[in-house]
């Protein structure tokens, strides 16, 4: 099944009459899919879904959940954290607090990743974690922090990447037990995520497309990661300029692997890898 | 009067994407889009290693960079790449799709939208059935259909999923695809 852009687009614009949420800036492509995907899902055609979703608000709330894409992982990409923890973490080390928020957090694996190279560089009590997402049923995945073991076990080959070793002295190793912050349970098939790092972040349901600021703080890092990607380039572009806003100066601001800064939104940072300092 | 090249390959297809890589003449006057797979656990390394041979300049490419005749764009190791309509990369963490990531598929099928008939898509030797669906949908647009010849893949298992589900325009070795590509202007 093929949908034409003009289904997209209506399918777009009775979210947006119906609800607060605003699809007309995602990326076009994945989009489309997301929507075939939910369209076979619920073994439904359009004009059936459309009709649903002017009627019934729990399945719509549901749709936007499924709209979102929340793939995530422990320590994704080992070296931006390596580089958080030797290069940008340090920075903020004589700092009386630590904020930062991690925007668009998904099912909560980063925000975890986080709160572990923090503990490990003494900076954990310091340090405030806020987190958000549109999905809320990816923000209660979060709260929960317990994910499933054998499909993710290269969670724990990323651990050892960044925790244990360092890239920067190969002799030196460190044998932190995976169980000081998580529990593995092969049995059931689980990661569990020890109580005093879930107890930390504060986490809330948030649209970058509606932009503002939740949490009413300014920030010292920001996180983003594989989240503008789904977004268009104007999109793309109003979300730089609330993160600009809401840093510190010398604060960074880290994207994922392949999203970039393009246009004239990059005068206010300097580019370090995938790391932006708020100029 | 092509627009692109789109390339599909998996297991086997790394010494024949090198070698059709750097028989290209610098000035390519086409963009080369790569959908490859890769070990599970080799996220690095993979660009560098068809750079070190190839004469067009291969990257793996920002989300929503443009793209330029004459460079290879490679599907960055775990991300979905799409094509948009106005020539720029899409990526994705999007499940895999058929147990890959990046999907053949998927690159091919979005590759097709922006360039309709202007497009040529060749599917190299894999061990599993990607890139069949997206070639279907490419010919289908009037693009041209090139499978390399199962009979030198070292698997042939992609190949002979594409060649069942689309009657292609040539079946090549590699010297053919190749010799295909020189003549392009």
């Keep these: 099944m093929t949908l034409s852009d003009q289904e997209v687009q209506f399918f777009v614009n009775t979210i947006k009459n119906t609800s607060g949420y605003d699809f007309s800036e995602y990326s076009e492509k994945s989009l489309k899919r997301r929507l075939q995907k939910i369209l076979i899902d619920n073994n439904s055609d359009l004009l059936t879904l459309i009709n649903k979703l002017k009627t019934n608000k729990e399945f719509l709330e549901k749709t936007v959940k499924d709209i979102t894409v929340n793939t995530t992982e422990l320590f994704r990409d080992p070296q931006i954290w390596q580089t958080l923890r030797y290069r940008i973490l340090p920075k903020f080390s004589e700092n009386r607090n630590i904020n930062i928020w991690h925007a668009g957090c998904s099912t909560g694996q ?170 | 009067m092509y627009k692109a090249v789109v390339i599909g390959g998996s297991a086997g297809s790394f010494q024949v994407i090198t070698k059709i890589l750097s028989s290209l003449p610098k000035n390519f006057p086409l963009p080369v889009l790569l959908s490859l797979h890769r070990l599970k656990h080799v996220r690095s390394g993979f660009v560098e290693a068809l750079s070190i041979k190839s004469t067009i300049p291969i990257l793996e490419p920002y989300d929503k960079e443009n793209i330029k005749p004459g460079k290879g764009y490679l599907a960055p190791a775990n991300y979905h790449m799409y094509i948009e309509l106005n020539k720029r990369i899409a990526l994705s963490t999007e499940e895999p799709v058929n147990h890959s990531r990046p999907s053949i598929d998927l690159t091919f099928e979005t590759a097709t939208q922006a360039y309709r008939d202007k497009l040529i898509g060749i599917i190299l030797s894999g061990a599993n059935r990607d890139g069949a669906y997206g070639l279907k949908k490419l010919k289908q647009a009037g693009g041209l259909a090139i499978v390399q010849d199962p009979n030198e893949c070292q698997v042939k298992t992609m190949t002979e999923a594409s060649l069942k589900l689309t009657t292609v325009d040539h079946i090549f070795t590699t010297d053919q695809i190749i010799n295909f590509l020189l003549k392009l202007k």
């Excluded at chain 1, 993710?152 to 002799?171: A, C, H, Q, R």
């Excluded at chain 1, 169980?179 to 649209?207: C, E, G």
């Excluded at chain 1, 949490?215 to 996180?223: E, Q, S, V």
């Design chain 1, 110 to 279: 980063e925000v975890y990743s986080m709160m572990i190279l923090l503990n490990e560089l003494g900076l954990f009590e310091k340090a405030k974690i806020f987190a958000s997402d549109l999905n809320t049923d990816a923000l209660d995945a979060a709260k929960k922090g317990n994910y499933k073991y054998r499909f993710n076990i290269g969670y724990l080959d990323n651990f050892d990447k960044v925790i244990k070793e360092n890239p920067f002295n190969y002799e030196e190793y460190n044998d932190i037990p995976y169980s000081k912050y998580f529990k593995i349970d092969k049995v059931t098939d689980s990661i569990q995520m020890n109580d005093f790092l879930r107890q930390k972040p504060i986490f809330r349901q948030h649209d970058l497309v509606k932009g503002g600021n939740l949490y009413f703080a300014k920030f010292d890092l920001i996180l983003c990661r594989n989240v503008i990607i789904y977004f268009k380039y104007s999109l793309q572009n109003k979300v730089f300029k609330l993160f600009h806003e809401h840093l510190y100066t010398n604060g960074y601001l880290v994207l994922g692997m392949h999203e970039t800064m393009l246009g004239e939104i990059t005068s206010k940072f300097e580019k370090k890898g995938q790391a932006y300092r708020k100029k």
